[in-house]
């Protein structure tokens, strides 16, 4: 268990719709990244948030956006779902962020089927 | 451009050989950390081991060893006497700015 908490773990929804996922950090991490897991895409880096603040961002979709909130949990939220954005939505974190000495610990994924 | 390739898709092993997985990875930065993860059957991504781009030494911890050599920008990673459970996708992921991952290869370890 690497002290990263996600819900749900499972969404099922209809293409068009909106939908939010939410992570909970280990305790004393300040960083928390949003990951995208799909068998043509492979693991993706969509977005970085340190202490509220957006940090980095990857290959995030204007249809996506995410937000960290006062006490430090995440929410990704998805909107105009299309078939193509089912996938495994991984939310990590790390007590910093600034390097690469700080490792990232992953929570257990959301899987999302848009049909 | 491709920053991290794992040319092994599958690899098969029968239970207590050595696997290596093979990575290959490409930056300009100087510094830069190097990362090996496990993603097995149920789904979670275990973090394993990280190297930075100043230290050059292999390590052994339990079964798992790692050579990293900047010269042919390389960082393999070894399971020896695999069991059963080593079954998994393994990533390997380089951090420059942000973490970018190969495609992962998976091992099976048959029993």
């Known amino acids: 268990d690497s002290g990263v908490t996600q819900t749900p773990k499972h969404l099922i929804t209809a293409t068009g719709q909106r939908v939010t996922l939410r992570c909970s950090p280990r305790?004393?991490?300040?960083?928390v990244y949003w990951y995208q897991q799909s068998l043509d895409q492979g693991l993706q880096f969509l977005i970085q948030?340190?202490?509220?603040?957006?940090?980095a961002k990857g290959n995030i979709l204007e249809r996506f956006s995410a937000q960290q909130f006062p006490d430090l949990h995440s929410e990704l939220n998805l909107s105009s779902l299309e078939l193509g954005d089912s996938a495994l939505y991984f939310c990590?974190?790390?007590?910093?962020?600034?390097?690469?000495?700080?490792?990232?610990?992953f929570g257990p994924g959301t899987r999302l089927t848009v049909l | 451009a491709q920053k991290v390739t794992q040319a092994q898709t599958e690899i098969s092993v029968v239970e207590k050989e050595d696997v290596t997985l093979d990575c290959v990875y490409e930056t300009r930065d100087t510094t830069y950390y190097l990362f090996w993860y496990k993603q097995p059957p149920s789904g979670e991504l275990v973090f394993l081991i990280r190297?930075?781009?100043?230290?050059?030494q292999n390590e052994i911890s339990g079964r798992y060893s790692w050579n990293f050599q900047k010269s042919t920008s390389s960082f393999n990673f070894t399971i020896t006497a695999s069991q059963v459970v080593d079954s998994a996708v393994y990533f390997c992921a380089l951090w420059d700015y942000k973490l970018s991952f190969g495609a992962g290869t998976t091992v099976t370890v048959r029993a």
């Open positions: 305790s004393g991490d300040l960083s």
């Open positions: 190297r930075n781009s100043f230290d050059e």
């Open positions: 948030y340190y202490n509220g603040e957006e940090r």
């Open positions: 990590a974190s790390s007590v910093v962020g600034t390097s690469g000495t700080d490792t990232q610990y």
